[in-house]
């Protein structure tokens, strides 16, 4: 107490009990988990490989994917990084943007593929109003992190294969909707207006499906 005085800092006290199990942030997201499980049904539905979580490291890049389906015959790859929200848009960036680089290459090492003749980054993001604000407010940001249509995506979601190529694109998702029709809108469409958001925010996206 008496050198933060001196200091002029503020002085806090934390209580922990050393014994109790530190969650990550992502562990303790239900509503993240929510998104990934929908995700991973759609694609194992399709009789795709899926793997969640699924770590990668080049040189001094490394983290992990969300999700990843593939295909090998045509060697095709689909990366999804789920958000809830964006608390800090510049970190998200720069962890969206490793991905997108390295982590198609170090997979394709580990699954035996020459190369991905097409391979499809999508950024999807829970289907809720303060996500549409944080886009609204930031729509070049976005628009240059993620500046492909949904296309492939869709033709993903919808079973098929997407034509050759790399697409980065972004999606707002709602994982409720398997049995309420359209589930997703691209980004042109929620900065457009066209659909109303699901939620109001994260914490009534946690609510309704504590509900079930």
Known sequence: MAIALALRLEPTLLFR???????????????????????????????????????????RFSGRADIVAWRLEPPSLIHIENRTRFPDIQQAAGAWNAKCTWLGACLAERYGVKRWASETHVLACL?????????????????????????????????????SGQARTLVLLDPRSRSRGVDHVGLE???????????RGYADAAERLARG
Do not use: N
Not at 133 to 150: G, M, Q, V, Y
Not at 189 to 199: F, N, V
């Open 127 to 163: 289907w809720s109003a303060e996500v549409v604000d944080t886009l609204r407010r930031h729509p070049e940001t976005f628009r240059s992190l993620a500046p492909d249509s949904p296309t492939a995506f869709e033709v993903w979601w919808s079973g098929g294969i997407p034509a």
């Open 17 to 59: 009990d050393p014994r109790a199990t530190r969650e990550t942030a992502s562990s303790a997201d239900q509503v993240h988990a929510a998104m990934g499980e929908h995700e991973v049904a759609r694609f194992r539905s399709m009789g795709l490989r899926v793997a969640v979580d699924e770590p990668y490291q080049h040189f």
């Open 189 to 199: 469409e929620a900065l457009a207006d066209a659909g109303r958001p699901r939620y």
